[in-house]
C-alpha cells in the first residue's frame, strides 16, 4: 500500500522581476510503499532539497501533487498545514534544529506540547524511546553540552515520538563524525524495520546503502533507482556508486 504518492510534479521559480525562470523539477513520479526506506541521490542543483521541501509541504509545487495517505498536501489551506505536518512528519535535519534554551527532554516535547499533549502522556511516549535511543540520561542537558552525535539522536527522537506516518531526513548524516554517522543509519534501520516509513535526502553513499531503495536525481527528473533485493550494504554501497558515477560523467545506465 503506497502512502506516499508523487505524481507529475514540477516546481518552476521565477526571478522577482518575472525574467527568468528555473525548472527546479520537471515531472518527478515515484511511489513510497508503507515501512519502505528509500534514499533520494543526486548531484548538487538536481532538484533534492526542492524535492524534499514539496514531500515537506515547505513548499507548493507549480504542477502534479504530492499524496500522503491519500491527502494532497498542496490543497491544503494555509491554516492547517503546520498542524499537518506536526501530526503526519517527523524531520530530521543536518544541522539538528535544536533549541539551545531547551533542555534534550524539552526540545523532544515540543511537537507535542504544540499538539497539546498533557505531561503524562508525554512522559510515557518519552521513556520507551529514549532508552532505545541511548539518551535517557542525557534528557536534562542542553544541546551545547552534549555531542553532535547525541544531538542527532535527540533530533531523530523529536521526530519520532509523534508516531509520524513519514520520516524525512535531509543529510541526517552530514555534521556526524563516523561512529555518530553508524549509531544513526542503525538508528534508522531498525525504526525501520518496525514498520516506520523513510525518505532521505543524501550525498552520502554510506547512508543511502543502508535504504531499500534508492532514487536518482538528475535535472529534476528521476533518472534511475535501485532496489536492494538481496544486496548487503557492502554490494549496494558499490552499485550506487557505479550509478553516481555514470551520472557525475553524462553516461547512460544500461
Do not use: W
Not at 491554516?79 to 505536518?85: G, L, M, N, Q
Not at 523532544?108 to 510515557?124: C, Q, R, S, T
Not at 552534549?146 to 544531538?151: A, E, I, L, T
Amino acid at each position: 500500500m503506497s502512502i506516499l504518492e508523487v505524481h507529475d510534479l514540477k516546481k518552476v521559480y521565477t526571478s522577482r522581476f518575472g525574467t527568468q525562470k528555473v525548472e527546479a523539477l520537471k515531472c518527478v513520479n515515484f511511489s513510497v510503499e508503507k515501512g519502505e526506506y528509500v534514499a533520494v541521490m543526486g548531484e548538487s542543483g538536481s532538484g533534492k532539497t526542492t524535492l524534499l521541501n514539496l514531500l515537506a509541504a515547505l513548499d507548493k509545487p507549480t504542477g502534479g501533487s504530492v499524496l500522503l495517505d491519500g491527502v494532497d498536501t498542496s490543497t491544503l489551506p494555509e491554516k492547517e498545514i503546520a498542524s499537518f505536518r506536526r501530526n503526519q512528519l517527523g524531520f530530521v535535519f543536518q544541522d539538528f534544529n535544536l533549541l539551545d534554551t531547551f533542555t534534550l527532554e524539552d526540545n523532544i516535547y515540543l511537537p507535542l506540547v504544540l499538539a497539546g499533549k498533557n505531561h503524562a502522556e508525554m512522559e510515557k511516549l518519552l521513556k520507551p524511546l529514549a532508552e532505545e535511543l541511548g539518551i535517557a540520561d542525557l534528557l536534562k542537558k542542553y544541546p551545547y553540552e552534549v555531542s553532535g552525535g547525541q544531538k542527532q539522536r535527540a533530533a531523530a527522537a523529536r521526530a519520532l515520538i509523534t508516531e509520524p506516518k513519514l520520516l524525512l531526513a535531509d543529510e541526517p548524516t552530514g555534521a556526524l563524525d563516523s561512529r555518530s554517522t553508524d549509531e544513526l543509519l542503525s538508528l534508522f534501520a531498525d525504526v525501520n524495520k518496525r514498520g516506520q516509513t523513510i525518505v532521505m535526502v543524501t550525498h552520502s553513499v554510506k547512508a543511502a546503502s543502508h535504504a531499500t531503495r534508492v532514487l536518482f536525481i538528475r535535472d529534476g527528473e528521476v533518472y534511475h533507482q535501485l532496489y536492494r533485493g538481496n544486496d548487503t550494504n557492502e554490494q549496494l554501497y558499490q552499485k550506487i556508486s557505479d550509478t553516481l558515477t555514470v551520472l557525475t560523467t553524462g553516461g547512460e545506465i544500461k
